[in-house]
DNA sequence: CTGTCGGTGGGACTGAGTACCGTGTCAAGT
DNA sequence: ACTTGACACGGTACTCAGTCCCACCGACAG
C-alpha cells in the first residue's frame, strides 16, 4: 500500500489527465485517494503543489552540490548541479511529460513552473556571487551565468519533454550546452579547437606589443 | 475625477501599503473607489492583476519595437526595446518602486511579476529565433540571449528600485550593462575603439604570424 | 487503565472568481 | 417626446480553494 501522499499524487495526476486541473476539485483528488480533504492540504500547500511533488527535493539537492564546490571547481560544480535536475528529470519519465503537458496548457500550472525555475535561478546565482562577488559588473556576470545555466539545462530538458530527442541524446546535449554556456562566460577570450584566440585592444602599432603578445603565447592555458 | 480604473489602481495600492495585500478583500478596495466588486473584475483578471495594471501595453511596446527591426540592427533593437520598458519603470517613479516592496513581501505577487518577466523572454526569444534561428546551436544562443536581455535589464531596474541608484546612474548602468550581454555574446571577437589585435596561439614562433595580424587589424569592423 | 502523540476526517468559515440579471444613462434614430 | 440599443455598473447567488478548529482512532508508554 503506497502512502497517503503517494495516492494523492497519483490520483490527481490520472484526474487532471482525464478531466482537466480546472474541471478537477480537490475534493475529487482526495476521494479517489480515499482520504478526506484536509488531508490533502496537509500533504501539500495548494492544488498546484501536487503536480511538482519533489521540487523541494531536487532544490535541497541542487544547493547541497554546489556546496561541495571549491574555488577551482565552480564550472563543475554548476554543471553536475544542473544535471542533477536533469537526471531526475530523465528518470522520472513518463510522468514529468505528463507534467509538461498539464503546464502548457494549464496557465496557473504554469505560472507555478516558472516561480520554480526562479528558485533554481536563486540558487545558482547566490552560488556564484559567493566566488565571483565583488564589483558590479561581476554581480552582473554572475547573475547572467546563473540565468544561462538553469536556461540552458531547460532548453535540452524541454526537447527531451517534448520527445523531440531522447533522454540519450538529452545528455549529450545537456554536456555540449553546458559547455557552450561556460564557453561564453569564459573570460577573457573563448578558445575554440586547437588555437587559442586572444583579444587585446590598444591604441598602440602592433609590432610594441610583441612582448605581451609572447608572454600571452608562451603561457600554457588562461 | 479620474476613470474607474485608475480610481481602483489608486486604492489598491493604498489599501495594499496600509494594510498588506493578503488583509485586504476586493470588497475593500471596490469599496475605497467607490464600486461594486463586480466593477474590480471587470477591470481586472485578478485581484494580483490590479498591480501591473499597464503590463500588456509594455508588452505589445516592445513588440512594437522589435518588429522595426532588421537584420544590421538588431542589436539595437534588442537594446532599446529592453530600454523602452526600463524608461517605463522610471516615468512611473514612486509606484515603481511600491510595487516592489509588494513583490518582494508577497508571494503571490512575486510569482505573477516572474510570469510578466517570462512572457518579455519569450517575446525577446521569437524575435531573435526569427533572425538567428536554423541550428540547434543557433536556438540555444537565441534564448540565452533574450534570457540575458532581459535579466541586464532586470539587474538595473531593480537596482534602482531598491534605491541603490537614482534614476540618471540607472540609464548609465543600463547601457553598459546592454554593451556587456551584447559584448559576451558577439562572436567570436568583438572590436570597441581604437585598435583591435586579435593573438592566435599556435605551435609557431610569434614572428611569423605578424602578417596575419597586420591584415587582421587593417580590417575596420568585425 | 490512562495519557498523549501523529495521522486522519469532518464541518464551518473566509474570500477569490464567475454567472446572471436588473438598472441607470447617454446617444442616436424616428 | 418616445423608443431603441449599446454600455457601464451594481447586486445576488454560486463554486471552490484554502484555513481553522475540534473530534476520532490506533499505537505505544507508564
Known sequence: MPSTRDRLIDAAFALFEERGFDETTVDDVAARAEVGRTTFFR???????????????????????????TAATVEVAVTEAAHVVLAHYLAEGTRAQQRYRLTRSVPALRSREVAS????????RTFLHGWTGGTARADLRAELLANAVVTAH????????RETIT???AEAE????????LRIFADPAPSVGGTAVVVL????????????????V?????
Open 117 to 124: 525555475l526562479l528558485q533554481y535561478q536563486q540558487v545558482f
Open 167 to 169: 533522454a540519450g541524446e
Open 218 to 222: 608562451a603561457r600554457p592555458e588562461t
Open 43 to 69: 500533504a501539500f500547500r495548494s492544488k498546484e503543489d501536487v503536480i511538482f511533488p519533489d521540487h523541494d527535493a531536487m532544490l535541497g539537492a541542487v544547493s547541497a552540490r554546489l556546496a561541495t564546490a
Open 154 to 161: 531547460n532548453h535540452v530538458l524541454r526537447r527531451w519533454l
Open 174 to 181: 545537456f554536456a555540449t550546452s553546458m559547455d557552450e554556456v
Open 201 to 216: 585592444r590598444s591604441d598602440q602599432p602592433v609590432e610594441s606589443l610583441l612582448p605581451a603578445l609572447r608572454e600571452v
